[in-house]
């Protein structure tokens, strides 16, 4: 099992963080929340550990 790693590995957040409004850019409620929850899945499968997850599910929640 591999823990969560929360060490910050960008060069450039702040360039991360616009792409990740920029891509929500001109979609409705709905259509954000459903890219949002398909970016997840994507990166949850990336990671594909279910103890990591769920670690960055409760580190998210603020548990």
């Known amino acids: 099992m591999t ?7 960008f060069d450039q957040p702040d360039d991360v963080y616009q ?3 920029d ?3 001109g979609l409705s409620d709905a259509e954000s929340q459903r890219l949002n929850a398909k970016l997840i899945l ?3 499968n990336h ?3 279910v103890a990591v997850i769920e ?3 409760s580190h ?4």
């Open 3 to 9: 823990a969560l790693d929360t060490r910050p590995k």
């Open 19 to 21: 792409m990740l409004i």
């Open 23 to 25: 891509a929500h850019e």
């Open 42 to 44: 994507l990166l949850a």
């Open 47 to 49: 990671i594909g550990d």
């Open 55 to 57: 670690e960055a599910l």
């Open 60 to 63: 998210a929640r603020g548990v």
